[in-house]
Structures are given as C-alpha cells and as structure tokens.
C-alpha cells in the first residue's frame, strides 16, 4: 500500500510540474507566431514605389475627423489631391511634392498648397497601413492621425512585377 501510494504522488507530482510548464511553451508559442506574422507583413517600400498608385486617406483623429482624400502620385515629384469629404470637399490641387524613405515599411511626404496656403507633412506606414500628419499654417498646426488603402491608378498597365508584395495583389486583381 506504501509503494501504490508513492507511486501515486511520484505522478501527480510530474503531472503538477508538466501542467505548470504548459502555459510556458504556448506563451511560446504564441510569441513565436506573432513575431513571424510580424516579420510576413514587413514590406521595403520605397518612394518610388507610390508613383503611378492612388492613396484614399482617412483623417480619424485630430481637427479633420472624417475628411477624406483621394491622392493621385503621378510621377516622383507631383501628385494630386481630392478632397472627397470634409471642410474642402470638392477641392481638388496639384502639387509638387518631396518624399523620404523613414523606415522599412515607412514613407515620408510633404508638400506646400497653393489652395490653403498650408503645409502638409504626412508619414505613412505601410504594414499598420496608418498614417500621421501635420498641416503647418500660418497661426496654427494640426495634428492628425488616420488610415489609408492603396489602388492600381486607372489605365496604368502591370503586370507586378516590379511592386512590392503590398501591392501586388492590389494590382492583379484590378486587371
């Protein structure tokens, strides 16, 4: 009877030290699908990249909530914007614009208005697709923080290629 029980406690006992190290190997687990779910979605986006490609923006914080845009890349040194909701509705400008590579997944533009005489700095971020701004004027700036999606601009022909894997799917399926 002695041995039956020592038996029994020798297993609960391991049974106790496994139980204790299985919340160990998911917290494992679990860090490691995350981190390569992270590492899959990580994109090398370069300035380049966005010419030829449309940007529908969405402003969800700041002193523009709800304004949304339309931005046209039409070469490396111009775009167009189009103010589909929002206090400039209907406004529509080409600009020149500067734009900088910040990080990996990260893209920097900026550019002067001649319809608002504002200055606007936007950093996107092309794996959370969210993007920040700041519009400089004269008396005031504005924060901003929002979201955009990206789209193949009408009549541009390709067959991908030459786009990162972010875009590639947007591009085949519009064709």
């Given at each position: 009877?002695?041995?039956?029980?020592?038996?029994?406690?020798?297993?609960?006992?391991?049974?106790?030290?496994?139980?204790?190290?299985?919340?160990i190997l998911l917290?494992?687990?679990?860090?490691?699908?995350?981190?390569?779910?992270?590492?899959?979605?990580?994109?090398?986006?370069?300035?380049?990249?966005?010419?030829?490609?449309?940007?529908?923006?969405?402003?969800?914080?700041?002193?523009?909530?709800?304004?949304?845009?339309?931005?046209?890349?039409?070469?490396?040194?111009?775009?167009?914007?189009?103010?589909?909701?929002?206090?400039?509705?209907?406004k529509s400008e080409?600009?020149?614009?500067?734009?900088?590579?910040?990080?990996?997944?990260?893209?920097?533009?900026?550019?002067?208005?001649?319809?608002?005489?504002?200055?606007?700095?936007?950093?996107?971020?092309?794996?959370?697709?969210?993007?920040?701004?700041?519009?400089?004027?004269?008396?005031?700036?504005?924060?901003?923080?929002?979201?955009?999606?990206?789209?193949?601009?009408?009549?541009?022909?390709?067959?991908?290629?030459?786009?990162?894997?972010?875009?590639?799917?947007?591009?085949?399926?519009?064709?």
């Open positions: 009877m002695h041995s039956s029980s020592s038996g029994l406690l020798k297993d609960r006992y391991i049974a106790g030290v496994v139980m204790r190290k299985i919340p917290f494992f687990i679990f860090f490691v699908q995350i981190t390569a779910c992270g590492m899959a979605q990580q994109v090398d986006i370069q300035p380049e990249d966005l010419v030829g490609k449309t940007l529908n923006e969405t402003w969800r914080r700041g002193s523009f909530v709800g304004a949304s845009y339309k931005t046209s890349i039409l070469s490396s040194t111009h775009m167009r914007w189009y103010a589909l909701t929002g206090n400039l509705k209907g080409e600009v020149e614009y500067e734009c900088t590579k910040v990080g990996r997944e990260i893209l920097q533009v900026s550019w002067r208005e001649k319809t608002t005489g504002s200055q606007a700095v936007v950093t996107y971020n092309f794996k959370t697709m969210k993007m920040f701004g700041v519009i400089v004027e004269e008396e005031r700036d504005f924060l901003l923080q929002g979201t955009f999606t990206i789209e193949q601009s009408k009549g541009e022909v390709s067959d991908g290629k030459d786009l990162p894997e972010l875009f590639k799917k947007e591009a085949t399926s519009d064709q």
